[in-house]
Nanobody, 112 residues
Framework: VHLVESGGGLVQPGGSLRLSCTAS????????MNWHRQAPGKERKFVAG????????VYAETVRGRFTVSRDNAKSTVYLQMNSLKPEDTAVYYCSRGYDYWGRGTQVTVSS
């Protein structure tokens, strides 16, 4: 199982970013996928999840209405569209297959 996140970077408050997580080594369409984040000095926290077929999603209260999780099973990729970004969204963002396999993360910094 291999998960690789991309799309992070520096963005101003109010801006947008789209993260991608490309998976390999397993049948992607059979598994739900999650996004998590970890801010400096804090615990890793759940951000969003999507079912194997993409029909069901769930969000942390802190991002609901601003972030959208989606997936393209043909490309074995899950996305996290982040809008109206705030400085408190600054963190390393990780994708995971359930809670057993994780990518290495991508840094998102929201700052003016």
């Amino acid at each position: 199982v291999h998960l690789v996140e991309s799309g992070g970077g520096l963005v101003q408050p109010g801006g947008s970013l789209r993260l991608s997580c490309t998976a390999s080594g397993f049948t992607f369409s059979s598994y739900g996928m999650n996004w998590h984040r970890q801010a400096p000095g804090k615990e890793r926290k759940f951000v969003a999840g999507i079912s194997s077929g993409g029909e069901s999603t769930v969000y942390a209260e802190t991002v609901r209405g601003r972030f959208t999780v989606s997936r393209d099973n043909a490309k074995s990729t899950v996305y996290l569209q982040m809008n109206s970004l705030k400085p408190e969204d600054t963190a390393v963002y990780y994708c995971s297959r359930g809670y057993d396999y994780w990518g290495r993360g991508t840094q998102v910094t929201v700052s003016s």
